[in-house]
């Protein structure tokens, strides 16, 4: 715990002018980043008194061991710098806002000669209209199935599309009206994309204008005695009255406006947003957020708004945002929207109406969210908090675990033995500092000894990284030369972490930040293992407990007995969480690496020839057995295929060694001829771990 005033800035060198600053730890990890109207104002109410500070801003001073700050122009580049740098360090005492769930859109790809209509999650495409977003992948369906019958677009995929192309026969959908089938050229593509963006306006809120378009049509149709077309186009209102009718009109002037609401208490904070288009909730969403700051009403409307329309531009910003409280001062957050948009935007808070009544109901979905988020045990930052206190307790720790890495062995009966490491913080999983390793030391099956190579393989890069960054003088004599020279693995013994440019903003390295306590999963063979590993690195500070399957016994090195928590223990449920994370990423890395060993081929080592030309030599001869026994002028016969590759690849073949012989898994009949598979899958069951 470091003092504040051992890095507080001398007076008078902060500058009294708008910027935005950072606190780094003591590994040069960026925790905090803020902004100011005044950075001398603001940084000097970091440095007074510890006791008069809000207990989360004063852990953050303490965990600190640096501040930094840079000057800007004006508030709207505070603004700016400051969500670019959140987005790029991710300090961990800055509000960061979890998205209860991935919300579904409906999009439609304009970007594509025939646009299409689907369900999209995740991350905006280019080129992409969106709508939404959606309580629920049905209630897109739902519309769109309604939609389609007036705007018959493209719903298929890739494959379908270019399926019907080749045969010239549409699917079930061309058949029953609800596409217009461009795969066979029932419409020009120039005709489709204009359905695809009248579907677009519809979607938008300009549908009071085409309903009347269609029923003075259906008028016409019904004077000049087309029946048959008049009763066509009013089945085709009715679908789009139903389709509108699935979104209730709550704002009676047509408003485009997005409305924002919190929930919050002393820890947490609940923000829900209504999507407001043409006076009809187009879409909702939340997010919740662990109050690790102290921050008001108006500081989560400011991250609020910067976490909505962060990576947003155009018409995907409103018009309007309604807000409960107004972040201070207003004008930058006000003028940043607006660049974003392109127009001017109004950040306001509603006083009267329809505008009122509606975000008081936004207000109440936002106080239903954060009390049930409250109910889900591994999201609660009291229990998370009351579960590292548990073990530092139960395990005679210093100080409560904040950083836990798990590590685990897995293998099949021996082979493709392979190692993981997951990573903890707060009592939540950090996934991006995962890492795997693969075991080379030795061949076979022996979890102490992987272990201990393991550990040994993590704690080096981390002493190599820390003697880099100038953390501590460089030793002299064979052991240090050792350390830095051939003890540290080189972008080949990690898969996965080969290490990336050098980093001069202070941004996390691969292995350069400790860990509180390390989990292994094992018992007491495995804690020593683990245990030895660091006392020969000369590592101290680093505490180590194995988690043993059977009796969810934790050991620790050097007792008898193990450490026994109750079973209803918070402290147990994070090591069993830990060490069940650890556990899976081990499988999956130990599946997909034998999956790779057993669907490998000869002509994978032959260099130079890719993926293309592999798979043409295989489609021209049949088979590898019929390849191996080609000629060279042979060879040279498959296109793309030259003399020299056909050379290499008859040499390389010569030399593999023969395949072993290919299983059918059903009769369990041996089969000679490598068209099949070269290698059966063997069984699973009770051998891999």
């Not at 890095?7 to 910027?19: A, N």
């Not at 009715?238 to 919190?262: F, G, N, P, Q, W």
Request: one cysteine or more.
């Amino acid at each position: 715990m470091a003092d504040p005033s051992s890095y507080r800035p001398k007076p008078g060198q902060i500058p009294d002018s708008p910027g935005v600053y950072k606190f780094r730890d003591e590994h040069r990890r960026v925790i905090y980043v803020g902004k100011a109207k005044s950075l001398r104002q603001r940084l000097s109410s970091y440095f007074q008194d510890l006791a008069n500070l809000h207990p989360r801003t004063r852990t953050m001073v303490t965990t600190a061991a640096s501040v930094e700050w840079t000057v800007v122009s004006t508030e709207v580049e505070a603004l700016q710098l400051e969500y670019t740098w959140i987005k790029e360090f991710d300090p961990r005492f800055n509000v960061k806002y979890r998205d209860d769930k991935s919300y579904p859109y409906l999009a439609v790809t304009l970007n594509e000669e025939f646009p299409r209509v689907q369900v999209m999650r995740g991350a905006k495409k280019k080129g992409v209209r969106y709508f939404g977003p959606y309580g629920h992948a049905w209630a897109i369906r739902e519309t769109v199935d309604l939609m389609l019958r007036v705007f018959p677009v493209r719903t298929c995929s890739a494959g379908v599309f270019k399926r019907s192309a080749q045969i010239g026969r549409p699917c079930l959908l061309g058949y029953i009206g609800k596409c217009s089938a461009p795969c066979v050229e029932r419409v020009s593509a120039e005709e489709h994309r204009e359905l695809a963006e009248e579907f677009c306006d519809f979607m938008a809120g300009r549908t009071g204008a085409y309903i009347r378009r269609l029923e003075r049509l259906m008028t016409e149709a019904a004077e000049e005695m087309e029946y048959e077309r008049a009763a066509r186009l009013r089945d085709d209102i009715e679908a789009l009255k139903r389709a509108m009718e699935k979104s209730a009109v709550v704002l009676a002037d047509a408003t485009d406006a997005d409305l924002i609401a919190l929930a919050e208490d002393e820890l947490e904070a609940a923000v829900q947003i209504f999507h407001v288009r043409g006076g009809r909730v187009r879409g909702q969403r939340g997010w919740v957020t662990d109050k690790v700051e102290n921050v008001d009403t108006a500081a989560l409307v400011e991250h609020a708004l910067q976490q909505l329309y962060g990576e947003e531009r155009g018409d995907a910003v409103p018009k309007e945002v309604l807000v409960p409280a107004l972040p201070d001062p207003v004008e930058p957050i006000q003028q940043w929207l607006a660049e974003r948009r392109g127009s001017n935007v109004s950040l306001r808070i509603p006083q009267r109406g329809d505008k009122k009544d509606l975000m008081a109901t936004v207000q109440r979905n936002a106080q239903q969210a954060l009390a049930l988020h409250k109910t889900k045990r591994a999201s609660d930052l009291t229990t998370r908090s009351r579960a590292l206190e548990e073990i530092a307790e139960a395990l005679e720790l210093d100080s409560v675990p904040l950083r836990i890495e798990c590590f685990d062995i897995s293998h099949l009966q021996g082979d493709d033995v392979v190692a993981s490491m997951v990573v903890f913080e707060d009592g939540l999983a950090r996934k991006s500092e995962y890492r795997r390793f693969q075991i080379k030391s030795f061949a076979g099956q022996d979890d102490v000894r992987s272990m201990h190579e393991v550990i040994s393989r993590r704690f080096k890069r981390y002493l190599a990284e820390k003697q880099k960054t100038g953390e501590w003088e460089e030793e002299t004599g064979p052991d240090a030369a050792d350390l830095v020279s051939g003890g540290v693995p080189g972008p080949a013994d990690l898969s996965g972490a080969a290490p990336g440019p050098k980093d001069e903003e202070g941004r996390p390295k691969r292995f350069a930040y400790p860990p509180q306590l390390v989990v292994v999963d094992g018992g007491r063979p495995q804690v020593a293992a683990a245990q030895r590993a660091l006392e020969e690195l000369g590592i101290e500070d680093v505490a180590v407990c194995g988690l043993a399957k059977r009796l969810e016994e934790v050991w620790v090195p050097g007792e008898e007995d193990p450490v026994v928590l109750p079973r209803t223990s918070e402290g147990l449920y994070i090591l069993q969480r830990v060490r069940d994370e650890a556990h899976r990423f081990a499988i999956a890395y130990q599946r997909n690496k034998r999956g790779k060993r057993l669907t490998a081929s000869p002509l994978d080592t032959v260099p130079g020839l890719g993926e293309s030309r592999r798979q043409a030599l295989l489609k021209h001869f049949g088979s590898l057995k019929k390849l191996k026994g080609a000629t060279i002028e042979e060879i040279c016969e498959v296109p793309g295929v030259g003399r020299k590759t056909a050379e290499t690849v008859a040499a390389t073949l010569a030399q593999a060694a023969p395949a072993a012989p290919a299983v059918n898994t059903a009769t369990g009949e041996i089969i000679d001829d490598e068209e099949a598979p070269q290698a059966a899958l063997p069984s699973e069951q009770g051998q891999e771990r």
